[in-house]
């Protein structure tokens, strides 16, 4: 007997390099579980896992030394067929003090390069003194999840499903800004014009019923109840150096469609006012879901 279809619908809400935060409709509990998991353990990326020091007279340990190269982010978009190779030969002078990962030398033809953020001068390592040599040799490997999950935290939470009932209009102005300020994530607001409450971001409620028990605390009316909405999500994702968030989410994303399979998985992109089945452009797969599709 053929499986019923697991629906899956998103809209993005907020989309930058290292962030993105998505609301997503007609799913369940079990899909935004898997989702959230591949972004943790199931994209391949590389990290240095082989550190050689063949000489080292800087002024850190060697231990502490590897430790500081296993943690160095590498960019690694297109993964190569070869484990990279990476060297560092430095010897110190009055002008070269501080080794970086600008001194990091690729010895293998990929595209694979440490992250060297907005410092011109790359990310610090250790300090090197006058004629001072430091030369080290490192690998890549590819692999999942540890060392090499790409993100800094990725989770979701239901979509709160809110009501302010007209008993609000009761309330004094004291109490009506009590109310708000009850909010820790500022869901509501006062509106200007007609002075009532009103809600400025629902996507921010994480229904912690802080606003709720303020109202129960102060024995006011319950004008407000918050529940979950059912099949309603807000998904988000913070990524470390090397992939963007929106990258992620599309690895992510293709790993869940060959996890449930094409026929039973159905997902509808909202993005720049149109929509996409995947059911029907699974041939074009790579070009809805390209990661440059976000940057």
């Known amino acids: 007997m053929r499986s019923s279809p697991v629906y899956f619908e998103f809209e993005v809400l907020e989309l930058s390099e290292k962030h993105l935060k998505l609301q997503i409709h007609n799913s369940d509990h079990t899909v935004m579980d898997r989702l959230r998991r591949n972004t943790m353990n199931g994209i391949k990326t590389m990290a240095i896992t082989t550190v050689n020091i063949y000489k080292n007279e800087s002024q850190t340990l060697d231990d502490q030394l590897k430790e500081k190269f296993y943690l160095i982010p590498l960019k690694s978009d297109i993964l190569p ?31 694979v390069e440490p992250i060297r ?56 102005e004291e109490k009506k800004r009590e109310f708000v300020s009850s909010c820790p994530t500022g869901v509501y607001k006062i509106n200007e014009e007609s002075n009532e409450i ?26 407000a109840t918050v529940n979950a909405k059912v099949g309603e999500f807000i998904f988000f994702i913070n990524s470390r150096e090397g992939l963007s968030a ?50």
């Open 81 to 111: 067929n070869v484990n990279p190779l990476f060297k560092v030969d430095v010897i110190g002078s009055k002008t070269k003090t501080l080794v970086t990962t600008v001194d990091i030398v690729q010895l293998t033809n990929t595209e």
């Open 117 to 172: 953020y907005s410092y011109s001068y790359g990310i610090p390592i250790t300090n090197i003194g006058d004629n001072k040599r430091l030369h080290v040799e490192m690998y890549a490997e590819e692999g999942t999840g540890g060392d090499w999950s790409p993100v800094v935290e990725s989770y979701f939470v239901y979509l709160a499903d809110i009501t302010l009932s007209d008993l609000k209009r009761g309330l004094s």
């Open 198 to 223: 009103d809600i400025e971001d629902i996507s921010l409620c994480t229904q912690c019923q802080m606003c709720t028990n303020y109202l129960r605390e102060e024995e006011l009316p319950e004008f």
């Open 246 to 295: 929106g990258s992620i989410f599309t690895k992510a994303t293709i790993k869940l469609v060959e996890d449930y399979g094409i026929d039973r998985l159905q997902i509808n992109y909202d993005l720049d006012e149109e929509v996409y089945n995947i059911e029907q452009l699974y041939d074009g797969v790579d070009v809805i879901l390209d990661p440059n599709y976000f940057f």
